[in-house]
């Protein structure tokens, strides 16, 4: 078994959460299709976190930057909200690969 590489999957989830998760589970099947394991917190943590608390919310945002830390790169798509900026600023500071992928293109930061 090879080891795939490991993809954080960074994608707006607050607003439109059931268009976002729709929009994120999709990120990750492409992730999937190019042969990578795609890590996608904001699609796991809501199951049991109350995103409309701010210390479950923090806490989210928290363990996702710890599983952060054992992906290879992140993914982004859409529009950086707040808590996406977060990780994109904590993967530049941790050396971890970050990609603008959006459909029209990609750009590496």
Wanted: net charge negative.
């Amino acid at each position: 078994m090879s080891e795939r590489k490991k993809i954080f999957i960074c994608s707006p989830f607050r607003g439109d959460m059931t268009g976002n998760s729709v929009r994120a589970a999709g990120y990750c099947r492409r992730a999937y299709e190019e042969g990578c394991l795609p890590i996608a917190p904001h699609l796991l943590f809501p199951q049991f976190l109350d995103e409309g608390n701010l210390k479950e919310r923090a806490d989210g945002i928290s363990m996702g930057l710890e599983l952060l830390m054992e992906c290879d790169e992140i993914w982004v798509f859409g529009e950086p909200t707040e808590g996406m900026e977060q990780e994109i600023w904590f993967a530049v500071e941790h050396g971890i690969h970050v990609w603008f992928r959006d459909g029209k293109g990609e750009k590496e930061a």
